[in-house]
């Protein structure tokens, strides 16, 4: 059976395909940056490889999954995160004829880790974006302000950066301001990372559309709803569920698809209200909230890996059948997020928070019949129970430091 390499074994999203793949009796390897990985404790993780840094130490982390591709006769290597993505992205003729990648093409994963190429690919395409200008400076920044209302978005055009000696740079999260010198700080904090967005606030619901395709025809797709982000203003899914497909939506990310002319793994997110739907990114890897959609029936790994190995489909309509109505979290960030929600500190009044009460309707509904976790299963349990762990002690190390 054939060999497959995981990185950044400690995310739900890897465990989940690890644990997908090995009960198709495929041999993984589960790999990261440190030993004390999630991943590693898994029963499904046949080997186990410990990599240099990816953002620290780019080309040796390039070079020990070479050793680790021929050490173990890999057919397919899968990246999870933009780090781990970006080095390999550059070097991938080191890997040709040894393994395949599950990587989109160059063109296509340019497009969307530049958000402001996103932006003007969706504008062509008709797709709803935000109102959006580039500032290359603070003082930029400041002048086209009034063209917006408040409050204004500030975001990095570029979420990750592999610069030259330097690695896999983080450029930070996204920032928000309702006054000039909330601007500057903002912009001020970004800007040394390249140029930034300036967008109108959108209020809703984030909903993604999530797809497998081959050059850019949809194999498979999947919808879900946010209930639940960390930080608690916007950020990673902690808690979401499954929804039936919006037919509108699937459009959208079905133009883009086809305009990249994408193969493998990609995630389409939107800020959904009662009026409209605008695109607000794109995630050219695996996504956070990968193990709802295994949850829910739809295998994205198994049928991932069927695609690399076995080449071009057949001409047939998507898969869409999954279950509406499953909820998967992320313990360790919902933990995170039950510890935002009490504190009860509003670092942006405009942005909607929740407030103790929902707190504790989301604790009673994150046992429901219908509740999953992405880490925690009773036939693999050691992953679970060191998340358990692992959040236990950081949360004790934070309660000690604020008394």
Known sequence: MPTVLVTDASRGSAITIIRSLSKMGWTVVAADATRRSLGFRSRH?????VYPSPSAEPEAYVTALCEAVSRYAVDLLIPITDETILPLAR????????????????????????????????EELGIPVPETYVAYSVEEAQEVAHLLPWP????????????????????????????????IDQAERLIQHGPVLLQ??????????????????????????????????????AWRESVPLNPTLVEYSRRLVEALNWTGLIMVE?????????????????????PLAVHSGMDFPARLAELYLNGSPPPEPPAT???????????????????????????????????RRDALRALL???????????????????????????????SRKARAAS
Request: hydrophobic share 40%; proline share 5%; net charge positive.
């Open 321 to 355: 059948d999954y279950r509406r109505g499953v909820r998967a979290s992320n313990l360790e960030l919902m933990a995170v997020w039950f510890a935002q929600v009490l504190r009860k500190r509003r670092r942006y009044p405009f942005i909607p928070q929740p407030g």
């Open 200 to 237: 109108g606030y959108q209020p809703g619901t984030g909903q993604g559309v999530e797809m497998l395709a081959y050059e850019g025809r949809p194999l498979a797709i999947f919808q879900h709803r946010r209930l639940a982000e960390v930080p608690i203003t916007g950020g990673a899914s």
């Open 270 to 290: 939107f800020k959904v209200n009662e009026t409209d739907a605008v695109l607000m990114e794109v995630n050219g890897r695996v996504w956070g909230s990968l």
């Open 45 to 49: 993780a046949h080997h186990r490889f």
């Open 152 to 183: 204004i978005v500030v975001k990095a055009q570029r979420s990750r950066r592999l610069v030259s000696g330097a690695g896999v740079q983080n450029t930070g999260p996204v920032g928000y301001a309702n006054s000039v010198k909330q601007l």
């Open 91 to 122: 070097a991938r003729i080191r890997f040709a004829g040894q393994c395949r990648l599950a990587i989109a093409g160059d063109k296509a994963l340019q497009a969307v880790t530049d958000k402001q190429v996103t932006l003007d690919l969706c």
């Open 365 to 395: 509904g994150m046992f429901g019949r219908r509740q999953k976790f992405d880490v925690q299963s009773w036939s693999d349990p050691l992953p679970g129970l060191f998340q358990i762990g692992h959040t236990l002690t950081h949360l």
